[in-house]
């Protein structure tokens, strides 16, 4: 089955702090692979996805095939990162399928 | 207007009732997801539309649960005979696929659901 399994349920930092969310698929060829991140009363949304290699609001996400994971990086983070953080990979069948989530709490 | 749309926004149902749900995906996005979203139990799949046919409907908890869509546009998730445990927060979601490739899937704001 295809499989995204994100480990934290909760992680809790403080600000300036690095942080790190684990995300690993299960292995299918060369999966798309996201992260999607829901802020306090708002939708759900993309925050970057592995094929563009883009740094979003200071977040990176690196693939590696060996491990196949896709964590979920900052060096410093902010109170406005709280949020709730989401990995998610493209099916074989065009869907997309999500891990269950890391609620991200950053301290003052 | 631009975004998914899903109505209504709160829906409160007595146990044994019937609810239907709506979604209104971006015009033109021909990829539909509907998950649910539980307290403390992150975002749960229940079923994806390519077109109007459904490749993907092992996430349905139950066969009180039904989807359907029309028109390759507007979705309803049907359930029936409502539990207590059906309360959740319902997401709809709608992407444009490129041959079998995902492009940013766009949520709505999703229905809250209480069966009391």
């Known amino acids: 089955a295809q499989r995204v399994t994100q480990p934290e349920k909760l992680l809790s930092v403080f600000k300036g702090a690095p942080v790190e969310l684990k995300c690993n698929y299960s292995y299918s060829g060369s999966p798309e692979l996201f992260w999607y991140v829901q802020y306090s009363r708002q939708r759900l949304q993309l925050l970057l996805r592995?094929?563009s290699r883009e740094s979003i609001k200071g977040f990176t996400a690196d693939l590696n095939k060996g491990e196949t994971s896709f964590h979920l990086k900052k060096p410093f983070a902010q109170e406005e990162d709280s949020a709730m953080y989401y990995c998610?990979?493209?099916?074989?069948?065009?869907?997309?399928?999500f891990g269950k989530g890391t609620k991200l709490s950053v301290k003052p | 207007g631009a975004g998914v749309s899903q109505s209504p926004s709160n829906k409160v149902t007595e146990k044994g009732k019937d609810v239907e749900l709506r979604c209104d995906p971006i015009?033109?996005?021909?990829?539909l997801y509907w998950y649910r979203q539980s307290l403390g139990q992150g975002l749960e799949f229940l079923i994806y539309?390519?077109?109007?046919?459904?490749?993907?409907k092992s996430g349905l908890p139950s066969d009180r649960f039904s989807a359907e869509r029309t028109g390759g546009s507007v979705s309803t998730l049907t359930i029936q005979r409502t539990q207590q445990e059906d309360s959740a927060v319902y997401l709809c979601?709608?992407?444009?696929?490129?041959?079998?490739?995902?492009?940013?899937?766009?949520f709505g704001q999703g229905t809250r659901l209480t069966v009391v």
């Open positions: 592995h094929i």
């Open positions: 979601a709608s992407s444009l696929m490129t041959g079998r490739r995902n492009t940013e899937a766009f």
């Open positions: 539309f390519q077109g109007n046919s459904a490749p993907d």
């Open positions: 998610a990979r493209g099916g074989s069948q065009g869907n997309l399928i």
């Open positions: 015009s033109g996005h021909t990829a």
